[in-house]
Every structure is written in C-alpha cells, then in structure tokens.
Antibody, heavy 123, light 112 residues
Framework: QIHLAQSGAEVKKPGASVKISCKTS????????VSWMRQAPGQGPEWMGW????????KYAETFQGRVTVTADTPTTTVYMELKSLRSDDTAIYFC????????????????WGQGTMVTVST | DVVMTQFPLSLAVTLGQPASISCRSS???????????LIWFHQRPGQSPRRLFY???NRDSGVPRRFSGSGSGTDFTLNITRVEAEDVGVYYC?????????FGQGTKVEIK
C-alpha cells in the first residue's frame, strides 16, 4: 500500500539547517509530486513547497522562498526538504504528502501523508 | 492570498447527534477547468491529517457514509449525520484552486 516514511525528530540551534527525508513506496514515484507542510503547536497546517517527482520542477511558498529546498532522488524514491537559517518559530512538525505531478495540480491530492517529523529550534 | 475561514472553531457534540462545520473562502474556488478544489481533512491527536473529501464532495475510500461534503463558490460545509467517538479531533478545509494552497484554522470536535 502507499506509504511515506519520514526521518526522525531533530533538535537544532538557531541559524542551523535541517534536512528531512520522506521515503515513498507503494506507488509509481514519477507519476506524482510531493508537497511539504508544517504545523506549529496548536496551529493548522501551512503549505511550504512542492516537487514534481517526474521532472524535478519545484514551487515554494513566498514565506519560505530562499530558505527551503525540496529535492527528489528517483532511484530511492525519496524526497528531501531542507530548511536553512532556522529560527525558534520554525519549531513545528513537518509533513510530506503525496500530491499532483504538475504545478497546476499542487494541493489537489494530499491523499497520503508521512507520519511527521518534529523539528525543535532552541539554544 | 486566499484566506480560508472555518466556523465554529470548536464543537462539543453528543454521541449520535449531528454536527456541521462551515468553511468560507475569500475568493471563489471554482477553477477554470470547472472543478472546485476544496479538500476536507481530519486530524486525530498525535496523528497526521487524513483526507476525507476532495473536490468538495468526493469521499475518500474508507470514509464512513455519515460524513458528507457540500458547497460551491466560497461556502462549503462538512456534515456528520450521527457523531461517533472516533470522530473527535480537528477538521480542516483546504483550497488548492489558487496558489498557494491554504488551510483553514481548523474546527475541534469533541464529545459532550
């Protein structure tokens, strides 16, 4: 069945970077994209960015532009999200989710989610 | 950016009674292809969100029939005919018609 498995919790200092992995299985990797969302404590999800697993096209929310990079590795069917210059308000659970394959289909799917990765930014 | 507003923000329901959650968007969610990209999610404490409905009213596999999604344009509703204990958690609407995708702030459902 469809499964997205994320890497484990991270604790980082302000100014550092974090890179989270999302290993996908159970479906044809290149037929979909993957979106990343985050959820701060007690808040709703916030969409961060997306990658097409077909051609590597990416799109990012303006809030994160310049700080976030999403990449995909086809041989391992794994997608990565790196967030740089971390601040305390980046403390959140980060989720990957299967999404549409093309830019016009961003947010259309989100039908299978990873379990979430807690990132804590603290001195 | 499109703003999604849900109400109520919390709901205490007696088991077996109905529940209704509203979601309003700041712009029409009707896309040029004729579809309306409004999704409903349910998130239990400590879990990832689970999609319930896509394109307003298309029920995902395994979603009980006591749930229904409806609406058009800027106004949408998630209804539960008879609330069960497993329905507790937070419900989110999300729009994908306009970039960037945007979630509502969530409606917390608990049992009275």
């Amino acid at each position: 069945q469809i499964h997205l498995a994320q890497s484990g919790a991270e604790v980082k200092k302000p100014g550092a970077s974090v890179k989270i992995s999302c290993k996908t299985s159970g479906y044809r990797f290149k037929a979909y994209g993957v979106s990343w969302m985050r959820q701060a404590p007690g808040q709703g999800p916030e969409w961060m960015g997306w990658i097409s697993c077909d051609d590597g096209d990416t799109k990012y929310a303006e809030t994160f532009q310049g700080r976030v990079t999403v990449t995909a590795d086809t041989p391992t069917t794994t997608v990565y999200m790196e967030l740089k210059s971390l601040r305390s308000d980046d403390t959140a659970i980060y989720f990957c989710a299967r999404d549409g394959m093309v830019v016009d289909a961003i947010g259309v799917a989100l039908d299978s989610w990873g379990q979430g990765t807690m990132v804590t930014v603290s001195t | 950016d499109v703003v999604m507003t849900q109400f109520p923000l919390s709901l205490a329901v007696t088991l077996g009674q109905p529940a209704s959650i509203s979601c309003r968007s700041s712009e029409s969610l009707l896309y040029s292809d004729g579809n309306t990209y409004l999704i409903w999610f349910h998130q239990r404490p400590g879990q990832s969100p689970r999609r319930l409905f896509y394109k307003v009213s298309n029920r995902d596999s395994g979603v009980p029939r006591r749930f229904s999604g409806s609406g058009s344009g800027t106004d949408f509703t998630l209804n539960i005919t008879r609330v069960e204990a497993e329905d507790v958690g937070v419900y989110y609407c999300m729009q994908a018609t306009h970039w960037p995708p945007a979630f509502g702030q969530g409606t917390k459902v608990e049992i009275k």
